[in-house]
């Protein structure tokens, strides 16, 4: 069974829109980061403002390696009430997103990974769908946009790896409890 693992930016204060602010903070060892774990995967699982920037912005860069060149061909699914078509290798997922995601992960292949998507995150997070937290933790505050895990019900996650760059970012990796039966982690 496929698992969905998620990679999202967070500012200290929650905020996961718009992630501009990250900028400064980027590095060598969060781009290694992020190449692990997007060739871990062999699909991208989006939300619709998450695809619209991408589809926009990837196709168009240069000089971005492996990397880019996986991003632009991988499968996409994107979850989207409003989206009317899907380029850049992309497949809607509309109607009952949790059972259709669901689906996707009984499917044979590598991980699906869930880069942003606030909105997607919450409604997959309600249907306890996701089983790794990346969050990449940025030491900065940024005072107002959506923030994560809006109306979500209590769920305990494992510390499954914390890991601090140069530049102050802290990536700490969390997995779901269930994940972490048989490994001798308490909860």
């Known amino acids: ?46 939300g619709r403002v998450t695809y619209e920037g991408f589809a926009e912005a990837w196709p ?12 632009n061909t991988m499968p996409k ?3 989207s ?10 497949t809607i997922i509309r109607g009952d997103v949790p059972t259709e995601v669901a689906r996707l992960k009984e499917q044979p292949g ?5 880069y942003g998507s606030g909105t997607l995150v919450d409604e997959l997070a309600r249907h306890r769908l996701i089983d790794e937290y990346r969050l990449m933790l940025y ?5 107002n946009g959506k923030r994560l895990f809006n109306g979500i019900p209590l ?18 990796t969390y997995t779901t409890v269930a994940d972490q039966a048989g490994s001798g982690v308490q909860s």
């Open 1 to 46: 069974m496929r698992k969905i693992r998620l990679a999202m930016y967070v500012s200290l204060d929650g905020v996961v829109e718009n992630p501009a602010w990250t900028g400064p903070f980027w590095n060598d060892e969060l781009a290694n980061l992020q190449k692990d774990y997007l060739f871990a995967s062999d699909a991208l699982l989006l």
């Open 60 to 71: 168009k860069m240069t000089d971005t390696g492996e990397f880019g060149e996986r991003m």
């Open 77 to 79: 699914f994107v979850a």
């Open 81 to 90: 009430r409003t989206l009317a078509k899907a380029e850049w290798n992309a």
């Open 110 to 114: 590598q991980d699906l990974l869930l």
């Open 139 to 143: 030491p900065v505050i940024v005072g």
């Open 155 to 172: 769920t305990t996650l494992c510390l499954r790896d914390s890991i601090t760059t140069s530049t102050g970012v802290a990536i700490l």
